[in-house]
Nanobody, 127 residues
Framework: QVLLVESGGGLVQPGASLRLSCVAS????????MAWFRRIPGKEREFVAG????????HYGDAVKGRFTLGKDRARNTIYLQMNSLKPEDTAVYYC????????????????????WGQGTQVTVSS
């Protein structure tokens, strides 16, 4: 079993930055995938960014490319999502997700392919 706990959400103005954290505990895997998704009110959960190991390849959704950056601290079993130049349309609940398999790229985007989920953290971008 893997437990994921997100933190770092909040209320910010447009153009500001936030960094989300996801701490993982429980089983560890030699290969796998971790990702951030978000749910905007009235919409399905959307892939934001993710990386796969052991190669550490990173992938980003089109809506956040160039503004959001993944990071990780292996010693702390933590991944980060650095969000810059935030826009009102980034307002959502952000979820950390993980799977013990190294998903092929075409499967990264679907929440159905992830076995473990955090509880979510709210990000609100508003003036």
């Amino acid at each position: 079993q893997v437990l994921l706990v997100e933190s770092g959400g909040g209320l910010v103005q447009p153009g500001a930055s936030l960094r989300l954290s996801c701490v993982a505990s429980g089983r560890t895997f030699s290969t796998g995938t971790m990702a951030w998704f978000r749910r905007i009110p009235g919409k399905e959960r959307e892939f934001v960014a993710g990386f796969r190991w052991p190669d550490n390849s990173q992938h980003y959704g089109d809506a956040v490319k160039g503004r959001f950056t993944l990071g990780k601290d292996r010693a702390r079993n933590t991944i980060y999502l650095q969000m810059n130049s935030l826009k009102p349309e980034d307002t959502a609940v952000y979820y950390c997700a993980a799977d013990s398999s190294r998903l092929i790229v075409s499967r990264l985007w679907s929440e159905d392919n992830y076995s473990y989920w955090g509880q979510g953290t709210q990000v609100t971008v508003s003036s």
